[in-house]
């Protein structure tokens, strides 16, 4: 399945055959300390950088995350499928969004879907 947008995202969960619980980890891009002189330059310009994640939540609505204060570039989407017709747990939600940090911090995200603030998906290279 394609997605060209974050509308197409959530038309996606709700047309699954079980609950599903979206799963964000918003993030920003930093420019790490012992970045070079090409590195800086490039940041500058709006590339590159280091993804740190900010925070988290498993709620379907991005523009609550206004309400937290932090000012994010990307946002990292996941679905967790429930089972037998029920949603997943909070706890299990919970689990979820603290191995998609780790992973994030590892820069593995390949299994997730990025998004800018416009609600656009992100190529990250």
Not at 16 to 41: G, K, W
Not at 69 to 82: E, K, M, P, R, T
Not at 104 to 120: A, H, N, T, V
């Amino acid at each position: 399945m394609s997605i060209a947008n974050f509308d197409e995202l959530l038309r996606a969960a709700r047309e699954q055959s079980q609950p599903q619980r979206l799963l964000f980890v918003f993030a920003n891009a930093v420019l790490p300390d012992d970045s070079t002189p090409e590195q800086r330059a490039r940041f500058g310009a709006g590339q590159g950088g280091a993804l740190t994640p900010l925070m988290s939540v498993d709620k379907a609505q991005v523009e609550e995350s206004r309400q937290y204060g932090q000012d994010w570039s990307i946002v990292f989407v996941a679905s967790l499928s429930g089972r037998d017709g029920r949603a997943p747990t909070s706890k299990e939600a919970d689990q979820s969004l603290q191995r998609m940090i780790e992973s994030i911090k590892s820069g593995l995200f390949g299994s997730f879907i990025p998004f800018d603030r416009r609600g656009e998906p992100v190529l990250l290279s």
